[in-house]
């Protein structure tokens, strides 16, 4: 059974800094993109960023290029995820999602595997 398990979301003033993670178990694969992606009440669910298994390549969108900075560690299955100088509008639910074998990082219909998610909120 796969299963994604985020971690480390919490409460920030804007300014600061929180990092979460995100576990897989139940697959594993060589290559393709595992990703975060984030919903806020009433928007719909954009690509933050996201990283290649292989190759360890990164993509960002727009808005948190600077301050996001995903990694992995392949061996243990795991993706990070550091946000800096956190804003009020970086207030989501935050989502791990894994085996994107099919290209475009930030669609998330490419991705068949999804966690619980995991709030985070900025206050201002």
């Known amino acids: 059974q796969v299963q994604l398990v985020e971690s480390g979301g919490g409460s920030v003033q804007a300014g600061g800094s929180l990092g979460l993670s995100c576990v897989a178990s139940?697959?594993?694969?060589?290559?393709?993109?595992m990703a975060w992606f984030r919903q806020a009440p009433g928007k719909e669910r954009e690509g933050v960023a996201a990283?290649?298994?292989?190759?360890?390549?990164?993509y960002y969108a727009d808005s948190v290029k600077g301050r996001f900075t995903i990694s992995r560690d392949s061996a243990k299955n795991t993706v990070f995820l550091q946000m800096n100088s956190l804003k009020p509008e970086d207030t989501a639910m935050y989502y791990c999602?894994?085996?994107?074998?099919?290209?475009?990082?930030?669609?998330?219909?490419?991705?068949?595997?999804w966690g619980q998610g995991t709030q985070v909120t900025v206050s201002s």
């Open positions: 999602a894994g085996d994107n074998r099919v290209g475009t990082w930030s669609r998330s219909n490419n991705y068949p595997y």
């Open positions: 139940g697959y594993t694969r060589s290559y393709g993109y």
């Open positions: 990283i290649g298994i292989s190759g360890g390549q990164s």
